[in-house]
Protein backbone atom coordinates (compact mmCIF):
# COMPACT_ATOMS: atom_id res chain seq x y z
CA UNK A 1 0.00 0.00 0.00
CA UNK A 2 1.42 3.16 -0.98
CA UNK A 3 1.06 7.05 0.58
CA UNK A 4 -1.72 7.85 -1.95
CA UNK A 5 -3.92 4.98 -1.03
CA UNK A 6 -7.03 5.85 0.95
CA UNK A 7 -6.35 4.53 4.39
CA UNK A 8 -3.64 7.23 5.75
CA UNK A 9 0.03 4.99 6.62
CA UNK A 10 -0.81 6.74 10.13
CA UNK A 11 -3.93 4.89 10.78
CA UNK A 12 -2.10 1.58 9.96
CA UNK A 13 0.62 2.26 12.68
CA UNK A 14 -2.03 2.02 15.39
CA UNK A 15 -1.79 -1.35 15.06
CA UNK A 16 1.39 -2.72 13.09
CA UNK A 17 4.11 -2.43 14.91
CA UNK A 18 2.62 -3.70 18.46
CA UNK A 19 0.31 -6.24 16.82
CA UNK A 20 3.35 -7.94 14.49
CA UNK A 21 6.13 -7.65 17.23
CA UNK A 22 4.96 -7.69 20.47
CA UNK A 23 6.37 -6.63 23.78
CA UNK A 24 8.38 -3.90 23.53
CA UNK A 25 8.08 -2.47 20.17
CA UNK A 26 6.27 0.38 20.09
CA UNK A 27 4.62 2.23 16.31
CA UNK A 28 4.68 5.75 15.68
CA UNK A 29 1.41 7.21 16.12
CA UNK A 30 -0.67 10.70 15.14
CA UNK A 31 -1.21 13.01 18.84
CA UNK A 32 -4.79 13.47 17.23
CA UNK A 33 -5.39 9.45 17.50
CA UNK A 34 -5.90 7.09 21.09
CA UNK A 35 -2.75 5.07 21.81
CA UNK A 36 -3.03 1.21 21.69
CA UNK A 37 -2.66 -0.46 24.81
CA UNK A 38 0.44 -1.15 26.06
CA UNK A 39 1.97 -4.73 25.83
CA UNK A 40 4.06 -6.01 28.86
CA UNK A 41 7.23 -3.83 29.19
CA UNK A 42 10.50 -4.84 28.37
CA UNK A 43 13.26 -2.89 29.93
CA UNK A 44 17.11 -3.12 27.94
CA UNK A 45 19.49 -0.57 29.27
CA UNK A 46 20.87 1.89 26.44
CA UNK A 47 23.29 -0.39 24.17
CA UNK A 48 26.55 2.28 24.06
CA UNK A 49 28.50 1.52 20.92
CA UNK A 50 32.17 0.81 21.26
CA UNK A 51 34.83 2.94 20.96
CA UNK A 52 37.06 1.35 18.02
CA UNK A 53 40.34 0.99 19.48
CA UNK A 54 43.30 2.27 16.51
CA UNK A 55 46.46 0.55 16.38
CA UNK A 56 49.65 2.52 16.01
CA UNK A 57 51.58 2.66 12.66
CA UNK A 58 54.21 5.30 12.94
CA UNK A 59 51.84 8.59 13.23
CA UNK A 60 49.37 7.03 11.58
CA UNK A 61 46.33 5.64 13.48
CA UNK A 62 44.95 2.51 11.98
CA UNK A 63 41.05 1.61 12.53
CA UNK A 64 39.89 -1.72 10.79
CA UNK A 65 35.90 -1.86 9.72
CA UNK A 66 34.10 -5.05 8.42
CA UNK A 67 30.82 -4.62 6.75
CA UNK A 68 28.94 -8.27 7.48
CA UNK A 69 26.20 -9.46 8.19
CA UNK A 70 24.06 -11.13 11.32
CA UNK A 71 21.39 -11.01 13.50
CA UNK A 72 19.94 -8.95 16.21
CA UNK A 73 17.40 -8.42 19.00
CA UNK A 74 15.64 -5.18 17.83
CA UNK A 75 12.84 -5.91 19.05
CA UNK A 76 12.42 -8.05 22.60
CA UNK A 77 12.23 -12.14 21.59
CA UNK A 78 12.63 -11.59 17.97
CA UNK A 79 15.48 -12.11 16.03
CA UNK A 80 16.29 -10.32 12.76
CA UNK A 81 18.59 -9.90 9.75
CA UNK A 82 20.71 -7.01 10.04
CA UNK A 83 24.30 -5.54 8.71
CA UNK A 84 26.56 -3.70 10.81
CA UNK A 85 30.21 -2.92 11.18
CA UNK A 86 32.30 -5.20 13.66
CA UNK A 87 29.28 -6.62 14.36
CA UNK A 88 25.31 -7.49 13.33
CA UNK A 89 24.15 -4.26 13.93
CA UNK A 90 25.23 -0.15 13.41
CA UNK A 91 28.77 0.33 13.81
CA UNK A 92 31.53 1.04 16.48
CA UNK A 93 32.28 4.85 17.67
CA UNK A 94 35.38 6.03 15.84
CA UNK A 95 37.26 8.77 17.59
CA UNK A 96 40.37 10.86 16.23
CA UNK A 97 41.49 14.33 17.23
CA UNK A 98 42.16 17.58 15.13
CA UNK A 99 45.99 16.87 13.57
CA UNK A 100 45.82 12.79 13.26
CA UNK A 101 46.94 11.09 10.32
CA UNK A 102 44.26 8.28 9.73
CA UNK A 103 43.83 5.30 8.11
CA UNK A 104 40.53 3.12 8.27
CA UNK A 105 40.51 -0.23 6.59
CA UNK A 106 37.60 -0.71 5.43
CA UNK A 107 36.73 -4.96 4.50
CA UNK A 108 33.69 -6.06 2.76
CA UNK A 109 31.90 -9.11 3.80
CA UNK A 110 28.95 -8.39 2.31
CA UNK A 111 27.00 -10.42 -0.50
CA UNK A 112 26.64 -6.68 -1.97
CA UNK A 113 28.97 -3.97 -2.89
CA UNK A 114 29.03 -1.15 -0.86
CA UNK A 115 31.23 2.32 0.02
CA UNK A 116 31.41 4.20 3.29
CA UNK A 117 31.03 7.51 3.65
CA UNK A 118 32.47 9.77 6.23
CA UNK A 119 29.49 12.16 6.15
CA UNK A 120 30.65 15.48 7.42
CA UNK A 121 33.80 14.78 7.47
CA UNK A 122 36.84 17.10 5.70
CA UNK A 123 38.67 14.52 3.50
CA UNK A 124 39.99 14.24 -0.08
CA UNK A 125 37.50 13.52 -2.36
CA UNK A 126 39.00 10.42 -3.65
CA UNK A 127 38.70 9.21 0.11
CA UNK A 128 35.30 10.38 0.57
CA UNK A 129 33.54 7.02 0.25
CA UNK A 130 31.00 8.13 -2.16
CA UNK A 131 29.85 5.96 -5.58
CA UNK A 132 33.21 6.12 -6.71
CA UNK A 133 34.87 4.22 -4.03
CA UNK A 134 32.90 1.56 -4.50
CA UNK A 135 33.77 -2.06 -2.69
CA UNK A 136 33.40 -4.57 -3.80
CA UNK A 137 31.80 -8.20 -2.25
CA UNK A 138 35.20 -9.53 -0.30
CA UNK A 139 37.12 -6.54 -1.05
CA UNK A 140 38.87 -3.94 0.75
CA UNK A 141 39.66 -0.09 0.43
CA UNK A 142 41.69 2.10 2.83
CA UNK A 143 40.84 6.02 3.74
CA UNK A 144 43.62 7.97 4.15
CA UNK A 145 43.52 11.75 5.70
CA UNK A 146 44.47 13.95 8.37
CA UNK A 147 42.11 15.22 10.38
CA UNK A 148 41.86 18.91 9.28
CA UNK A 149 38.85 20.54 10.91
CA UNK A 150 37.30 21.40 14.72
CA UNK A 151 35.10 19.01 17.01
CA UNK A 152 32.40 17.90 16.11
CA UNK A 153 29.91 15.02 16.54
CA UNK A 154 29.87 13.06 12.68
CA UNK A 155 28.59 9.74 11.28
CA UNK A 156 29.91 7.04 8.86
CA UNK A 157 27.11 4.82 6.35
CA UNK A 158 27.05 3.61 3.00
CA UNK A 159 26.80 5.83 0.08
CA UNK A 160 26.46 3.47 -3.31
CA UNK A 161 23.91 5.33 -5.52
CA UNK A 162 20.64 3.32 -5.70
CA UNK A 163 20.88 1.34 -2.36
CA UNK A 164 22.11 3.81 0.29
CA UNK A 165 18.82 3.14 1.58
CA UNK A 166 18.51 0.12 1.78
CA UNK A 167 22.34 -0.76 2.97
CA UNK A 168 21.88 1.89 5.94
CA UNK A 169 18.27 0.83 6.82
CA UNK A 170 19.36 -2.54 7.44
CA UNK A 171 22.04 -1.27 9.70
CA UNK A 172 25.19 0.09 8.17
CA UNK A 173 25.50 3.18 10.56
CA UNK A 174 28.05 4.47 12.73
CA UNK A 175 29.45 7.52 14.90
CA UNK A 176 32.41 9.29 14.48
CA UNK A 177 33.93 12.04 16.59
CA UNK A 178 36.21 14.63 16.46
CA UNK A 179 38.09 15.82 19.51
CA UNK A 180 40.39 19.23 19.63
CA UNK A 181 42.28 20.82 21.95
CA UNK A 182 40.37 24.10 22.17
CA UNK A 183 36.81 22.60 23.08
CA UNK A 184 38.37 19.85 25.53
CA UNK A 185 39.03 22.96 27.84
CA UNK A 186 35.38 23.72 28.06
CA UNK A 187 33.46 22.54 31.17
CA UNK A 188 31.13 19.80 29.01
CA UNK A 189 30.14 16.55 29.36
CA UNK A 190 33.09 14.03 28.13
CA UNK A 191 33.04 10.87 29.50
CA UNK A 192 31.72 8.69 26.47
CA UNK A 193 29.06 6.25 27.79
CA UNK A 194 28.74 7.82 31.54
CA UNK A 195 28.22 11.41 30.34
CA UNK A 196 28.36 11.89 27.00
CA UNK A 197 26.15 9.20 25.30
CA UNK A 198 25.68 8.79 21.39
CA UNK A 199 22.03 8.32 19.81
CA UNK A 200 21.89 6.92 16.78
CA UNK A 201 18.01 7.13 15.57
CA UNK A 202 16.83 5.03 12.88
CA UNK A 203 12.79 3.84 12.14
CA UNK A 204 12.00 0.10 11.03
CA UNK A 205 9.09 -1.80 9.29
CA UNK A 206 8.76 -5.22 9.86
CA UNK A 207 7.24 -8.09 8.28
CA UNK A 208 4.78 -10.48 10.05
CA UNK A 209 8.19 -13.08 10.68
CA UNK A 210 10.05 -10.02 12.25
CA UNK A 211 12.34 -9.58 9.03
CA UNK A 212 12.77 -6.04 8.12
CA UNK A 213 10.35 -4.86 5.74
CA UNK A 214 12.30 -3.60 2.69
CA UNK A 215 9.67 -2.57 0.43
CA UNK A 216 9.71 1.35 -0.49
CA UNK A 217 6.56 3.40 -0.46
CA UNK A 218 5.96 5.63 -3.18
CA UNK A 219 8.04 9.23 -2.31
CA UNK A 220 9.22 8.15 0.97
CA UNK A 221 11.23 4.79 0.41
CA UNK A 222 11.78 2.53 3.85
CA UNK A 223 9.91 5.27 5.96
CA UNK A 224 9.54 2.98 8.87
CA UNK A 225 6.69 2.96 11.94
CA UNK A 226 8.89 1.71 14.62
CA UNK A 227 11.57 3.88 16.13
CA UNK A 228 14.91 2.57 17.45
CA UNK A 229 17.74 4.01 19.98
CA UNK A 230 21.50 2.68 19.15
CA UNK A 231 19.66 -0.60 17.42
CA UNK A 232 16.58 -1.35 19.85
CA UNK A 233 13.04 -0.72 20.55
CA UNK A 234 13.03 1.53 23.93
CA UNK A 235 16.32 1.48 25.72
CA UNK A 236 16.65 2.78 29.12
CA UNK A 237 19.20 4.88 30.09
CA UNK A 238 20.10 5.48 33.70
CA UNK A 239 22.58 8.17 34.57
CA UNK A 240 24.54 8.59 37.22
CA UNK A 241 25.23 12.14 36.68
CA UNK A 242 22.59 14.94 37.33
CA UNK A 243 23.63 16.41 34.00
CA UNK A 244 24.13 14.54 30.63
CA UNK A 245 25.09 15.03 27.06
CA UNK A 246 23.50 13.44 24.39
CA UNK A 247 25.18 13.04 20.53
CA UNK A 248 21.98 12.68 18.36
CA UNK A 249 21.93 11.36 14.37
CA UNK A 250 19.42 11.07 12.50
CA UNK A 251 20.59 8.19 10.62
CA UNK A 252 17.23 7.24 8.99
CA UNK A 253 16.60 6.89 5.66
CA UNK A 254 13.82 9.29 5.56
CA UNK A 255 12.22 10.46 9.13
CA UNK A 256 12.34 13.56 10.90
CA UNK A 257 12.74 13.60 14.40
CA UNK A 258 11.44 16.80 16.69
CA UNK A 259 12.94 16.03 19.90
CA UNK A 260 11.51 16.70 23.20
CA UNK A 261 11.37 15.30 26.40
CA UNK A 262 8.03 13.79 28.16
CA UNK A 263 7.63 17.20 30.52
CA UNK A 264 8.04 19.18 28.40
CA UNK A 265 11.42 20.44 30.08
CA UNK A 266 13.94 22.80 28.77
CA UNK A 267 17.42 21.92 27.76
CA UNK A 268 20.38 22.84 26.04
CA UNK A 269 21.51 22.76 22.46
CA UNK A 270 25.40 23.16 22.45
CA UNK A 271 26.50 21.59 19.39
CA UNK A 272 24.97 21.04 15.10
CA UNK A 273 26.51 19.08 12.45
CA UNK A 274 30.01 20.76 12.11
CA UNK A 275 30.60 21.36 15.82
CA UNK A 276 29.85 23.89 19.32
CA UNK A 277 27.71 26.37 18.82
CA UNK A 278 29.57 29.94 20.04
CA UNK A 279 26.14 30.90 22.38
CA UNK A 280 24.44 27.65 23.37
CA UNK A 281 20.41 28.17 22.86
CA UNK A 282 17.98 26.94 25.54
CA UNK A 283 14.74 24.70 23.68
CA UNK A 284 11.66 22.81 24.80
CA UNK A 285 12.20 20.92 21.36
CA UNK A 286 15.06 20.33 17.86
CA UNK A 287 13.85 19.25 14.93
CA UNK A 288 16.76 17.48 12.78
CA UNK A 289 16.46 15.65 9.41
CA UNK A 290 17.91 12.44 8.13
CA UNK A 291 21.86 13.02 8.06
CA UNK A 292 21.92 15.91 10.29
CA UNK A 293 23.16 16.11 13.89
CA UNK A 294 22.55 17.74 17.69
CA UNK A 295 24.24 17.74 20.81
CA UNK A 296 22.22 18.55 23.73
CA UNK A 297 22.85 18.94 27.53
CA UNK A 298 20.14 18.06 29.67
CA UNK A 299 20.10 18.48 33.72
CA UNK A 300 18.56 15.54 35.52
CA UNK A 301 17.10 15.45 39.16
CA UNK A 302 17.82 12.38 40.86
CA UNK A 303 15.78 9.09 41.03
CA UNK A 304 13.17 10.97 38.28
CA UNK A 305 12.00 8.69 34.99
CA UNK A 306 11.44 10.93 31.65
CA UNK A 307 11.00 9.58 28.50
CA UNK A 308 13.07 11.45 25.36
CA UNK A 309 10.17 11.69 22.51
CA UNK A 310 9.72 12.45 18.90
CA UNK A 311 6.84 15.22 19.09
CA UNK A 312 4.68 16.23 15.90
CA UNK A 313 6.45 19.15 13.65
CA UNK A 314 4.35 22.34 14.17
CA UNK A 315 2.16 23.11 11.25
CA UNK A 316 3.17 20.03 9.33
CA UNK A 317 6.33 21.83 8.24
CA UNK A 318 4.06 23.32 5.35
CA UNK A 319 3.64 20.04 4.16
CA UNK A 320 -0.39 19.92 2.40
CA UNK A 321 -2.46 16.85 2.83
CA UNK A 322 -1.66 16.01 -1.16
CA UNK A 323 2.04 15.43 -0.34
CA UNK A 324 3.35 12.00 0.70
CA UNK A 325 3.03 12.13 4.61
CA UNK A 326 6.49 11.93 5.65
CA UNK A 327 4.87 11.17 9.24
CA UNK A 328 5.84 14.77 10.76
CA UNK A 329 2.79 14.28 13.00
CA UNK A 330 3.66 11.32 14.07
CA UNK A 331 4.23 11.07 17.74
CA UNK A 332 6.29 8.28 20.03
CA UNK A 333 8.52 7.78 22.66
CA UNK A 334 12.51 7.09 21.96
CA UNK A 335 13.51 6.21 25.08
CA UNK A 336 13.20 6.27 28.59
CA UNK A 337 16.23 8.13 30.97
CA UNK A 338 16.19 8.14 34.49
CA UNK A 339 17.97 10.23 37.09
CA UNK A 340 20.64 9.61 38.94
CA UNK A 341 21.68 8.64 42.77
CA UNK A 342 20.89 11.49 45.33
CA UNK A 343 24.82 11.65 45.77
CA UNK A 344 25.32 12.61 42.59
CA UNK A 345 27.20 16.62 42.65
CA UNK A 346 25.09 19.23 41.15
CA UNK A 347 26.75 20.71 37.77
CA UNK A 348 28.10 23.81 37.28
CA UNK A 349 26.84 26.38 34.92
CA UNK A 350 27.42 25.39 31.37
CA UNK A 351 29.93 27.28 29.92
CA UNK A 352 29.49 29.93 26.64
CA UNK A 353 31.66 31.34 24.27
CA UNK A 354 32.41 28.13 22.85
CA UNK A 355 33.11 27.93 19.48
CA UNK A 356 35.15 31.45 18.09
CA UNK A 357 35.14 30.50 14.71
CA UNK A 358 31.51 31.33 14.42
CA UNK A 359 31.75 34.93 15.61
CA UNK A 360 32.69 36.49 12.27
CA UNK A 361 30.62 36.23 9.23
CA UNK A 362 31.75 34.65 6.04
CA UNK A 363 33.01 37.33 3.63
CA UNK A 364 30.62 37.22 0.87
CA UNK A 365 31.13 40.82 -0.64
CA UNK A 366 32.49 38.92 -4.41
CA UNK A 367 31.60 35.68 -3.88
CA UNK A 368 30.90 33.25 -6.61
CA UNK A 369 27.04 32.63 -6.80
CA UNK A 370 25.32 29.22 -7.59
CA UNK A 371 21.63 28.02 -7.65
CA UNK A 372 20.04 24.92 -7.63
CA UNK A 373 16.42 24.24 -7.62
CA UNK A 374 15.27 20.80 -6.16
CA UNK A 375 12.15 18.90 -7.58
CA UNK A 376 10.90 15.82 -7.53
CA UNK A 377 13.93 13.53 -7.61
CA UNK A 378 16.08 16.39 -9.78
CA UNK A 379 18.53 19.02 -9.21
CA UNK A 380 17.96 21.88 -11.68
CA UNK A 381 15.63 18.89 -14.08
CA UNK A 382 18.31 16.38 -13.73
CA UNK A 383 19.16 13.19 -12.73
CA UNK A 384 22.45 11.72 -11.29
CA UNK A 385 24.90 11.04 -13.72
CA UNK A 386 28.21 9.63 -12.28
CA UNK A 387 29.97 10.84 -15.51
CA UNK A 388 28.58 14.42 -15.28
CA UNK A 389 30.76 17.51 -13.43
CA UNK A 390 28.07 20.35 -12.36
CA UNK A 391 30.03 22.34 -10.26
CA UNK A 392 33.82 23.09 -11.05
CA UNK A 393 34.76 24.61 -7.94
CA UNK A 394 38.45 26.86 -7.73
CA UNK A 395 40.28 25.82 -4.21
CA UNK A 396 40.23 28.37 -1.28
CA UNK A 397 37.29 29.56 -2.76
CA UNK A 398 33.66 30.43 -0.47
CA UNK A 399 30.83 30.41 -2.84
CA UNK A 400 26.77 31.16 -2.31
CA UNK A 401 24.97 28.80 -3.02
CA UNK A 402 21.00 29.40 -3.29
CA UNK A 403 19.34 26.21 -3.17
CA UNK A 404 15.30 26.34 -3.25
CA UNK A 405 13.06 23.30 -2.74
CA UNK A 406 10.41 24.26 -5.79
CA UNK A 407 8.45 20.88 -4.54
CA UNK A 408 5.65 20.28 -2.38
CA UNK A 409 7.47 17.43 -0.55
CA UNK A 410 10.42 18.07 1.91
CA UNK A 411 13.90 17.83 0.85
CA UNK A 412 17.39 18.37 2.73
CA UNK A 413 20.85 19.25 1.00
CA UNK A 414 23.98 17.61 2.07
CA UNK A 415 27.07 18.45 0.88
CA UNK A 416 30.20 16.17 0.72
CA UNK A 417 33.52 17.06 2.09
CA UNK A 418 32.69 20.22 3.52
CA UNK A 419 30.98 22.61 5.95
CA UNK A 420 28.99 25.54 5.28
CA UNK A 421 27.34 28.33 7.14
CA UNK A 422 23.49 28.92 6.21
CA UNK A 423 23.06 32.82 5.60
CA UNK A 424 19.32 32.64 5.11
CA UNK A 425 16.70 30.62 5.75
CA UNK A 426 13.36 32.00 3.65
CA UNK A 427 9.60 31.11 2.67
CA UNK A 428 10.14 28.04 6.25
CA UNK A 429 7.26 28.15 8.42
CA UNK A 430 8.30 27.27 11.13
CA UNK A 431 12.21 27.74 10.39
CA UNK A 432 14.24 24.73 10.94
CA UNK A 433 17.54 24.83 12.92
CA UNK A 434 20.23 26.34 11.19
CA UNK A 435 22.83 27.93 13.94
CA UNK A 436 26.64 26.92 13.41
CA UNK A 437 28.89 25.05 11.07
CA UNK A 438 26.27 22.58 8.81
CA UNK A 439 26.86 20.28 6.31
CA UNK A 440 22.77 19.36 6.17
CA UNK A 441 20.01 21.47 5.92
CA UNK A 442 16.06 21.03 6.16
CA UNK A 443 13.71 22.51 3.65
CA UNK A 444 10.43 22.41 3.81
CA UNK A 445 8.42 22.64 0.80
CA UNK A 446 8.91 26.25 -0.47
CA UNK A 447 11.89 27.01 1.34
CA UNK A 448 15.11 29.51 0.02
CA UNK A 449 18.63 28.58 1.54
CA UNK A 450 21.43 31.20 1.04
CA UNK A 451 24.64 28.92 2.04
CA UNK A 452 28.21 30.23 2.53
CA UNK A 453 30.10 27.12 1.36
CA UNK A 454 34.14 26.86 1.38
CA UNK A 455 36.22 24.84 -0.06
CA UNK A 456 40.12 24.40 1.06
CA UNK A 457 42.79 21.84 1.12
CA UNK A 458 42.08 19.11 -1.50
CA UNK A 459 41.88 19.13 -5.47
CA UNK A 460 41.12 16.46 -8.01
CA UNK A 461 40.45 16.83 -11.78
CA UNK A 462 38.94 13.48 -11.65
CA UNK A 463 37.42 12.97 -8.15
CA UNK A 464 34.37 14.29 -7.53
CA UNK A 465 32.34 15.25 -4.21
CA UNK A 466 28.48 14.78 -4.27
CA UNK A 467 25.70 16.88 -3.06
CA UNK A 468 22.16 16.61 -3.16
CA UNK A 469 18.87 15.25 -0.89
CA UNK A 470 19.83 13.35 2.05
CA UNK A 471 16.68 11.40 2.26
CA UNK A 472 17.65 8.46 0.80
CA UNK A 473 15.11 7.30 -1.43
CA UNK A 474 15.44 10.71 -2.81
CA UNK A 475 19.00 10.24 -3.52
CA UNK A 476 18.87 7.08 -4.75
CA UNK A 477 16.39 7.61 -7.09
CA UNK A 478 18.35 11.10 -8.64
CA UNK A 479 18.75 13.98 -6.44
CA UNK A 480 22.48 14.25 -6.34
CA UNK A 481 25.22 16.35 -8.23
CA UNK A 482 28.49 16.02 -8.81
CA UNK A 483 31.41 18.83 -7.99
CA UNK A 484 35.16 18.89 -8.26
CA UNK A 485 37.82 21.27 -6.47
CA UNK A 486 40.73 21.80 -8.74
CA UNK A 487 43.72 24.38 -8.97
CA UNK A 488 43.17 27.38 -11.00
CA UNK A 489 43.18 26.86 -14.73
CA UNK A 490 42.45 23.23 -14.39
CA UNK A 491 39.26 21.27 -15.95
CA UNK A 492 37.67 17.96 -14.86
CA UNK A 493 38.95 15.17 -16.20
CA UNK A 494 37.03 12.95 -19.32
CA UNK A 495 36.68 10.13 -16.84
CA UNK A 496 35.78 10.41 -13.34
CA UNK A 497 36.67 7.88 -10.87
CA UNK A 498 38.56 4.70 -11.09
CA UNK A 499 38.91 3.09 -14.59
CA UNK A 500 37.08 0.12 -14.86
CA UNK A 501 39.07 -2.59 -14.48
CA UNK A 502 39.96 -4.54 -17.78
CA UNK A 503 38.71 -7.92 -18.39
CA UNK A 504 41.73 -10.53 -18.66
CA UNK A 505 41.59 -12.20 -22.14
Known amino acids: MDVHETVSRRTLLKGVGLAVLGAGAVACTSRSEPEPEAAAVVVRPLPIPPVLAPRKVGKTKVFSLEARTGTSEIVPGTRTGTWGYNG???????????????????????????????????????????????????????????????????????????????????????????????????????????????????????????????????DVGLLGDTPTVNGITQPTFTA?????????????????????????????????????????????????????????????????????????????????????????QDEFDLMTVIGPAPTAPKPR????????????????????????????????????????????VPVGRTEIWTVRNTDTWIHNFHIHGTQFRVLSLDKAHPKPPTAGWKDTVLLPPGAVA?????????????WPYQFGCNLMFHQDKGMEGQLVVVRPGQKPSTVLGREPRRRKR
Request: proline share 6%; glycine share 8%; aromatic share 8%.
Open 450 to 462: RLAVRFTDYTSTR
Open 88 to 218: ANLGPTIRVTRGDNVRINVRNALPDTTTVHWHGLHVPPDMDGGPHQPIEAGRAFAARFRVRQQAATLWYHPDLHGSTSLQTSRGLAGMMIVDDAATSRHDLPRRYGMDDIPLILQDKRFTATGALDETDRA
Open 240 to 328: TTRRVRFRIVDASTARLYNLAFSDNRRFTVIGTDGGLLDKPMTATSIGISPGERTEIVVDLTPGETVQLRAVAFPGNLGVDDAAPDFGL
Open 349 to 392: ALPTGLNPTLRNSPNTGIAHKRYFDLQWFQINGQLFDPARVDAV
